[in-house]
């Protein structure tokens, strides 16, 4: 079956641009989760998401990035103003059990390049 | 919740079995221990999850002791495949759902 799948996969954009990044998770999963991942570092939590309540947003780094899930599928995480520190690689990841338990499948990611 | 430490690196050769070491200290009485995968370009994939004794599946096996302080992967026969980040994680109820990623262990698989 179908994962999780991103896009774009790779997005370029200049200092003060607002991107949008779009995640499909896997069709029925409850929870859907957002990372930030630095280049040689581990995953960072962003955000999550049970159906379409966002249930933590404590990983957001700044009033300039937003997530939403209005549906309770699809989600699209909103980067405004982007700065060259937003640079990272995006990913998305979903569960199929409330709160994830362990077990989360990812997305291959968003790749963000600041300029 | 629980800080992870593992190696930042390892090297093996085709065929051998490998044992990535993690510690945790202060694992909590309601913690997993969960081990991800990943590729160059992919997201992580889950590997593997356990709170103790032994869990086996068909891509490794997880060694935990009884006092749970820390943990073991084992790739048996590792491939050039195999050549990878892995992380070890702490999962429990104090997450509230977030997988808290360190830097994970760069295994190096050479021919």
């Known amino acids: 079956g179908a994962g999780v799948s991103q896009s774009p996969r790779y997005k370029v954009a200049k200092r003060g641009q607002d991107v949008a990044l779009r995640c499909d998770p896997i069709s029925g999963h409850v929870s859907l989760f957002w990372y930030q991942q630095a280049l040689g570092q581990g995953p960072e939590f962003l955000t999550y998401?049970?159906?379409?309540?966002?249930?933590?947003k404590s990983g957001l780094p700044s009033d300039r990035f937003f997530a939403e899930r209005p549906e309770g599928s699809v989600s699209t995480l909103k980067i405004q103003r982007t700065q060259q520190e937003d640079s990272a690689v995006y990913l998305c990841?979903?569960?199929?059990?409330?709160?994830?338990?362990?077990?989360?499948?990812f997305g291959p990611g968003t790749r963000l390049t600041v300029t | 919740l629980a800080k992870t430490t593992q190696p930042i690196s390892m090297d093996s050769y085709e065929g051998q079995e490998v044992n990535i070491t993690c510690s945790h200290n202060?694992?909590?009485?309601?913690?997993?221990i969960t081990w991800y995968q990943q590729f160059p370009s992919q997201g992580p994939r889950f590997i593997i999850q356990g709170y103790k004794t032994k869990v086996t599946n068909e891509v490794a096996s997880l060694f935990i002791p009884a006092d749970r302080k820390s943990s073991t992967l084992s790739l048996p026969r590792v491939s050039l495949s195999d050549t990878a980040v892995y992380y070890c994680l702490v999962f429990g109820s104090s997450n509230t759902g977030k997988l808290i990623f360190g830097q994970g262990t760069t295994l190096q698989v050479k021919p």
């Open positions: 202060n694992i909590a009485t309601n913690d997993y």
């Open positions: 990841a979903s569960s199929y059990l409330a709160g994830g338990a362990g077990e989360q499948y």
């Open positions: 998401f049970q159906n379409e309540a966002q249930l933590d």
